[in-house]
């Protein structure tokens, strides 16, 4: 399932796997790698949030929270209503 434009999780008998989106340098083509694996949903989706959040880095605060609503948002389509 992808979870904007930047993430996917995968799930398999045991877990959830949680991808990332980057570019390849070697073969300049985008790729997915692994950010890690999960007992459920939700521990991959907090995972999520806390890696994109950490990511940017904390030197604006009004950006953060336009990332978070960011994020809620693109969750919040994925659920059927």
Not at 32 to 41: E, K, N, P, Q
Not at 49 to 72: A, P, T
Request: proline letters at 1%.
């Amino acid at each position: 399932m992808l979870i904007g434009d930047k993430y996917k999780i995968e799930s398999g008998e045991l877990n959830i796997t949680l991808f990332k989106k980057y570019n390849n340098k070697k073969t300049k083509k985008e790729a997915w790698r692994l950010i890690g694996y999960f007992t459920d949903i939700k521990q991959a989706l907090w995972f999520m949030v806390k890696h994109d959040i950490q990511g940017m880095g904390f030197d604006n605060l009004v950006k953060i929270d336009q990332r978070l609503d960011e994020i809620h948002a693109t969750i919040k389509a994925l659920i059927p209503s």
